[in-house]
């Protein structure tokens, strides 16, 4: 008999009776629902049966009996059987020799135990003999675990794939019964008693594994897995990683009582204080928890990504706005970016789409304001072989110098030098190109394998959708304010025209019908002026829908720039730095207007006195002026959706149409505008127009187009 405390004893019954419950309800499921053609089934049943005799007479006499060793015994005995049994139901009948001396072995070591508790009850009254017995039980029940433990490790890494399915719950219970009997017998040898807790809830363990050989006995448990979520895998793992940390700690402290004195009292105490700061530390560190995912994703589960819950938050990030740093909400093409890099857990990313000309600009950064993105990010061959092959760049590879599509020479220089740019997804939309994501490198460094590519190109399709459709939606906005703008000017031209017509009337007769020389001549020259600009500005709204019949000629781009910084000399500092002679191809009036109208935009977002700059240079085949100032400069996402859509204005006031018109020139005369600027830094416009020969030449090869066409 063993002296138990009351709490003990109370809980020895409790868990026992459980066990029991539990036993008997495992018997009656694999007599009632068992495979009734598994050659562990009796065998099964037999070990459900002694197990429930063993808990009740564990409850029965908590502090231990004969009867309770006989019965554990019998168990026991059961269990071997019951391993011997899932070897025929692998079909390794013929491969039993090698097992076979071993479960012979078991069975005669487990038989030992009767003969000992007969020895046991001879020497009542020789304390020392024993205590020698039951030091032999322990070892001896050691033995038959580590032995059952060796075998069913053994049944289970041989087995066949589909065996495994099979065995799968009933090896489960057996290697926890055994490794429970392993772990009390081996306490109880080394520290000379059986602990309380381990003891009080023997039964209750042996019962909930009866339930799981049922189990494993049942028809459909061959089918059922265990599959935790991630979330439930990652929080488990982090209660493992806390349990470990305060056992190793535990150990150590005890440890460290065997010095004595006042030397283990001082290391005791240094050692917790750099054991706390070491736990706060590294505990709540976010790298530590991103290693732990990383870890968990590629050991424990087939595959690294939980599809389910990516896409919620897929959909929950691309749905909301989430906050930014300003405090305002994120733009659409920033969620989009932000999306995409939650994947991979990459802490940044940028998204670049496509211009008028194919090629990549960007659109907006999340939480990536460090890179530096020239205005022109990719060239179109790139954007061609992004579209052509879908291909997901992978920018180590690109450093590397792989080559999978002919990409490598079209990377551009500024993304393989940012040592933290990672990746590049295109965004495909019924296969045309409507964008790319660059996604900056996770913390935790890993490389891009096939799974990545999986989900990032269906993601990037999906996304691609969603751009495609706000794209439509923003174009049919402007088509609606068009109509309207439309239908308003038609009427303005109309009132414009017939007070033209009265104006010039009055002129008219009022030189014939003015008595006063000097009244005369004052309106003759007011009417006059006023009737000039009024038919200006009719010509110049008519303009617009004439197919853009201006008059070319060859224009010095440096003189004109000049005399532009002379018109704004009393309203703002306007230098002219670089002055090459070139000559282009234009129209004097509208090259004039829009390069006033880019200049004033410059002054306006430029603080103070702080002076704005046009340069002209050339390269042989079109001149090129820039406007470039130290102003605030305009978001990627401004510049990209804003800046030229007609009636978006950041000027209070503002109609929106200014930037708009200044670029429907120059495009009218053959030239191209684009815009580089970064928030706080400035902007820089740049105009390119073509020199006289080569407007010559492309109007030649134009020209048998014309005439096919006609």
Known sequence: MIAMPDMTVTLTIVAALAGAVLSVGAGLCVLRYGERDRPDRNAVLAASVLTALWCVLIAAFPGGAVVVELAATARNLALIAVIYRLFSADGRDESLMPTRPVLLALVFVQCLQPVLLAVRAQTEGYPQLILLTAEVSALLNMLVAIGALVLIHNLYAGAATASRQIIRWSGIALGGIFAYELNLYTIAYLSGSFPDLLLGLQGGVGGAMAALLALGAHGAGSRMQFRPSRAVTFQTLSLLVIGSYLLVMLFVTRSLTLLGGDIGRATQIGFLVLAVVAAIAWLPSQRLRRWIRVMAAKHLFQHRYDYREEWLRFTRTIGHAAGTASGTGASFHERAAKALADITDSPAALLLVPNEEAQLELSARWNWA????????????????????????????????????????????????????????????????????????????????????????????????????????????????????????????????????????????????????????????????????????????????????????????????????????????????????????????????????????????????????????????????????????????FVRSGLFKPFVSSKEGGFGIGAFEAREMIRAMGGRLTVESREGVGTRFAISLPVPEAARVIEKQKLPENKEVA
């Open 370 to 637: 460090t890179i530096e993105v020239p205005a022109i990010a990719g060239d179109f061959r790139l954007s061609g072989l992004l579209e052509q092959h879908n291909h997901i760049l992978d920018i180590d590879e690109a450093r590397g110098q792989i080559d999978h599509h002919g990409e490598l020479e079209h990377v551009p220089a500024w993304l393989t030098q940012a040592e933290d740019a990672w990746a590049m997804v295109p965004l495909l939309h019924f296969d045309r190109l409507v964008g790319a994501i660059v996604l900056a490198r996770p913390r935790i460094e890993r490389r891009l394998d096939w799974e990545d590519f999986d989900l990032l190109r269906v993601a990037g399709q999906q996304l691609a959708s969603y751009l495609a459709e706000q794209a439509g939606q923003q174009a049919l906005m402007d088509a609606s304010r068009f109509d309207e703008f439309n239908r308003r000017m038609a009427f303005v031209m109309h009132d414009i025209k017939n007070l033209a017509s009265q104006i010039s009337l009055l002129s008219a007769n009022a030189q014939k019908h003015s008595d006063n020389p000097d009244f005369r001549a004052d309106m003759l020259v007011t009417l006059r002026n006023s009737s000039d600009k009024l038919n200006a500005l009719l010509a110049r709204l008519g303009r617009y829908g004439s197919g853009g019949a201006q008059k070319m000629g060859a224009i010095d781009l440096a003189h004109l720039a000049g005399s532009v910084c002379e018109r704004f000399v009393a309203q703002h500092p306007v230098s002219l730095g670089r002055a090459d002679p070139v000559e282009v191809q234009a129209h004097t009036e509208a090259l004039e207007q829009a390069l006033i109208h880019l200049v004033q935009n410059a002054v306006d977002a430029s603080t103070g006195k702080e002076p704005v700059f046009l340069d002209v240079s050339s390269d042989g085949i079109s001149g090129q002026i820039e406007i470039i100032d130290t102003g605030s400069g305009m978001s990627p996402e």
